[in-house]
């Protein structure tokens, strides 16, 4: 059963390499879901509004401006951004 994307994905298309962008809600074609691997990508197939898309729809669907985002991570709390350091540049005097 296809699935639908909670987030956006950023991937490359394997025949042609172009830089593609799937938004949330998409479903995309077979050949590409297979190459999202992160579990956090998809949303739950419990979720699914229509469970018998066609795996070349074209993406269209909405998701519910009324529904809060999924949580993964409910025990979990956020984390924090990581302190950013730079290199100590040689002089070029």
Same mark, same amino acid.
């Given at each position: 059963m296809p699935r639908r994307l909670a987030f956006a994905v950023h991937? =490359?298309?394997p025949d042609t390499g172009d830089h593609l962008i799937l938004l949330p809600g =998409?479903?995309?074609p077979r050949e590409l879901a297979e190459l999202i691997t992160h579990p956090g990508a998809w949303h739950p197939a419990d979720d699914e509004d229509n469970p018998d898309p066609e795996p070349d729809d074209s993406?269209?669907?909405d998701p519910k401006p009324d529904s809060p985002p999924a949580d993964t991570d409910a025990d979990t709390p956020p984390a924090k951004p990581a302190a950013r350091t730079?290199?100590?540049r040689p002089d070029t005097d």
């Amino acid at each position: 059963m296809p699935r639908r994307l909670a987030f956006a994905v950023h991937l =490359d298309h394997p025949d042609t390499g172009d830089h593609l962008i799937l938004l949330p809600g =998409d479903v995309p074609p077979r050949e590409l879901a297979e190459l999202i691997t992160h579990p956090g990508a998809w949303h739950p197939a419990d979720d699914e509004d229509n469970p018998d898309p066609e795996p070349d729809d074209s993406g269209t669907g909405d998701p519910k401006p009324d529904s809060p985002p999924a949580d993964t991570d409910a025990d979990t709390p956020p984390a924090k951004p990581a302190a950013r350091t730079r290199k100590a540049r040689p002089d070029t005097d």
